[in-house]
C-alpha cells in the first residue's frame, strides 16, 4: 500500500472538506460526538451546565450551529474516504453510527477509529466498515497486540512519539495500515516514513501536499 495522506480534522467543517478535496488527500478525519441523540462532527467538547463548547484554544457559543454527521456525508461530492473518530465514553457513539450508517445507504468504505475500542467495534459489525484502533500512550500500545492478532482489525493509529522501527515493524505484520499522528512538519513526516508507517495524519496543507507528492 502506498503512503496515505490523511486530512486531521477535515471534516469537521464543510469547508474543511472542500479545502482537503481541493488537496487531494486519501482520507478525511472527523472527531464524532453524541449531542442528544444526534451525532456531530466537532473537535469541541460540551462544558456541562455552561453555555459554551471548548477545545484547547478555543471557545464557541453551545449554541453555535453544529455539523451532523448525516450532512457532512450527504454533502460529499468527491467519493471522499472518511474516517470517524469516535469520542466519548461507553458504546452509545459506536451504536449510533452504526444505525446511521447501515440504514441511511452510504456504502462506501468507511474507516472508524477510537481510542474507545469498544465504541469502534460496534461499528466494525457492517461490511464496509474498515476498523482502526488508535494508541496514544504506553498502556493503549501494549493492549494492541491482543487485539490486533486475530487478523480482523484494519488498521492502528498510533503517537508518533510511540513508535520506533522494531513496534512499526511488528504492527505491519498484523494490520494493513499503520497510521501516526500528528506529523505537522516535514522533517518529522521523513522520520515516521523512515520508521516504515504508510498513514500519515496531519494538520498542515505542506505535509499533506508533500505525502500527495511522493504518492504520485
Given at each position: 500500500m502506498s503512503l496515505l495522506a490523511i486530512a486531521h480534522r477535515a471534516g469537521n467543517s464543510l469547508s474543511g472538506l472542500h479545502a482537503a478535496n481541493e488537496l487531494g488527500v486519501d482520507v478525511i478525519e472527523c472527531d464524532i460526538h453524541r449531542h442528544r441523540n444526534r451525532l456531530e462532527a466537532t473537535h469541541l467538547k460540551s462544558a456541562g451546565p455552561f453555555p459554551f463548547l471548548w477545545d484547547r484554544w478555543e471557545l464557541?457559543?453551545?449554541?453555535?450551529?453544529?455539523?451532523?454527521?448525516?450532512?457532512?456525508?450527504?454533502?460529499?461530492?468527491?467519493?471522499?474516504?472518511?474516517?470517524?473518530?469516535?469520542?466519548?465514553?461507553?458504546?452509545?457513539?459506536?451504536?449510533?453510527v452504526a444505525r446511521l450508517l447501515g440504514t441511511d445507504g452510504h456504502r462506501r468504505a468507511v474507516l472508524v477509529c477510537g481510542r474507545n475500542w469498544r465504541a469502534v467495534e460496534e461499528v466494525a459489525v457492517l461490511e464496509h466498515v474498515r476498523p482502526v484502533l488508535s494508541a496514544r500512550n504506553q498502556r493503549e500500545l501494549a493492549?494492541?497486540?491482543?487485539?490486533?492478532?486475530?487478523?480482523?482489525v484494519h488498521g492502528v493509529s498510533v503517537h508518533n512519539s510511540l513508535l520506533d522501527e522494531p513496534v512499526v515493524t511488528r504492527l505491519r505484520g498484523h494490520v494493513e495500515v499503520v497510521m501516526t499522528w500528528p506529523i505537522n512538519d516535514l522533517q518529522l513526516l521523513d522520520r515516521m516514513v523512515d520508521l516504515g508507517v504508510n498513514g500519515v495524519i496531519s494538520d498542515e496543507p505542506e505535509v499533506l501536499a508533500e505525502v500527495v507528492r511522493r504518492r504520485g
Open positions: 464557541v457559543p453551545a449554541s453555535a450551529p453544529r455539523l451532523g454527521l448525516r450532512e457532512l456525508l450527504e454533502a460529499d461530492r468527491h467519493g471522499t474516504t472518511f474516517m470517524l473518530d469516535l469520542k466519548g465514553i461507553g458504546t452509545g457513539v459506536g451504536a449510533a493492549g494492541l497486540w491482543p487485539k490486533i492478532s486475530g487478523g480482523t
